[in-house]
């Protein structure tokens, strides 16, 4: 099995064909740095806008390989960690700004599947976020009433009687349900945007790695067999962004794990219920977030979240964290006791240290157009995000290029072992109050 498809069982289960590495000297007029969601959807809609553009796409691995490929495929509205700290950190007005982008943003990855025939398991089946102790109740329930301030529709409480008929667990006590989210095959929705930005007209080179970035006085992008010189460049690198100097304080790199369960009988699947097949997130800091594919495997990720020294990218199997994701099947849902596991994988998510994405100009230089901090919350907005790319790069101001998040300021990361130290004081407070919250749990 080659490298990539070893990476999460999206990629290994869904055929592909790698496309050439670049092997010459090339100019381009947009050169793009990374083939994810960010990239590929950038890519498309450039060369959409204006043909004549020669927009080059390189991907040190294949698409999909970062987190694109390896996300538990929630195309969800949240940007950044939570609706009450994007108020307190931006206000209620950009708060809800986001939050419409989000609806937008979920909006727009279905009518794109449809409209292209995008063939990606695509559903539109909402959004539980579960509540298993009686602080994550008053929690949930507070943000209801935020939204509600906020004048957020769509989003209401379940009582733990109504969330049983939806899905059965000894361990809930209600949910809020959110309409706006739908569930994907993530790698097969990212091998559709690489066939849109072809169809386009977009060059993709895979397994051409970025080795140097050189901005100025005029861009140049080495790789290990040629090279690209560029009008502009996009770096669409997002948790791998840790790779580039001029990039490296805006985030760090997190990793998240998850396990996938052999298919569900139909037996077990009775058992849970949960016939109108939401994605479901419990209300603990460090979530946990599960789903059913297509063929009704059950896939379970999160528990933990983990930074490792030094910003590394590689760190994708941790079987504390799988064991732990085991064991939390079996208590959510008793009748999984023991099933199979056919798949473990994980994979860094990027993170800023105000926990809400950015992009716009690297240091106000429009030539060099940047994204990044998707807090594992990227699979609906990447896409419009895209289109806010396009316009960046042709220097015009919509009301894209005008939301809040676009240029804004980004607190800088400190440099190691200080930021290791902060990451982990962050996560040590969020596993606290996490274990602080189960000792209370009720038991079922």
Known sequence: ??????????????????????EEDIRADVAIVGAGFTGLSTAYYLRQADPSLRVVVLESDVVGYGASGRNGGFAMTL????LPLTVRRFGKEKARQAHDFGVRAVRHIGELVEKQGIDCEYEKSGLLTVA???????????????????????????????LREEVSSPLYLGARAEEECALVNPAKLARGLKNLAEG??????????????????????????GSVAAQKVVFATNAF???FSQLHSKAFPIFTYIVLTEPLSQQQLSSIGWGNRQGIEDARNLIHYYRLTAENRLLMGGEDALYYYGGKVGMDQHWPTFQDLERT???TFPGLAGIGISHRWGGPISVPLDFFPAL???????????????VGHGVAPTNLTGQILRDLVREQDTELTDLFFVNRRVIPLPPEPIRFAVVQGIRRGMKLQDGWERRKQPKP
């Open 329 to 331: 099947i079996s208590e």
């Open 79 to 82: 940007m950044g960690l939570t």
């Open 1 to 22: 099995m080659s490298d990539w498809a070893s990476k999460s069982f999206w990629l290994e289960a869904t055929p592909y064909t790698e496309n050439p590495a670049l």
């Open 132 to 162: 298993t102790n009686p602080a994550q109740v008053d929690r949930l329930q507070a943000e209801i009433r935020l939204a509600h301030k906020l004048d957020i529709e769509g989003v209401r409480w379940l009582e733990a009687g109504e």
């Open 360 to 374: 716009g100009y690297l240091g106000g230089d429009r030539r060099v157009i940047y994204s990044l901090g998707c």
């Open 200 to 225: 386009a007209g977009a060059e993709i080179y895979e397994n051409t790695p970025v080795e140097a970035a050189h901005l100025k006085p005029r861009i140049r992008l080495e790789t290990p067999q």
């Open 241 to 243: 962004t840790q790779r």
